[in-house]
């Protein structure tokens, strides 16, 4: 079964830092884009950053200060946080989009989250 599993969350005072992992246990890794996104309590989940073969894409509200990266040989993608802010406090969320390639297609895959609480 095709997953992705984050951790490296947790409770840090603003302008900490912390780093996220995204372990993706999906085929097709090496060819697939990576997206960060994040949901906080009563919001709905938006868009963070992005990793692909075009480059990497941030939110606005993040731009600067946070910074994605993948190791391919070891499928992961990493979320560098820093200067962080009580309203970068979220559950975050990789997700791997639905693709077609070659013919073939590979399913949206969403990991379970992983919760960053920054205090002020």
């Known amino acids: 079964q095709e997953q992705l599993v984050e951790s490296g969350g947790g409770l840090v005072q603003a302008g900490a830092s912390l780093r996220l992992s995204c372990r993706a246990l999906?085929?097709?890794?090496?060819?697939?884009?990576i997206v960060w996104h994040r949901q906080a309590p009563d919001n709905k989940r938006t868009f963070v950053a992005r990793?692909?073969?075009?480059?990497?894409f941030y939110h606005e509200s993040v731009e600067g200060r946070f910074s994605i990266s993948r190791d391919n040989s070891g499928k992961t993608v990493s979320l560098q946080m820093n200067a962080l802010k009580t309203e970068d406090s979220a559950v975050y969320y990789c997700?791997?989009?639905?693709?077609?390639?070659?013919?073939?297609?590979?399913?949206?895959?969403w990991g379970q989250g992983t919760q960053v609480t920054v205090s002020s």
């Open positions: 997700k791997a989009p639905g693709l077609t390639r070659s013919g073939e297609y590979f399913p949206e895959v």
């Open positions: 999906i085929t097709g890794f090496g060819f697939r884009s």
């Open positions: 990793i692909s073969g075009g480059g990497t």
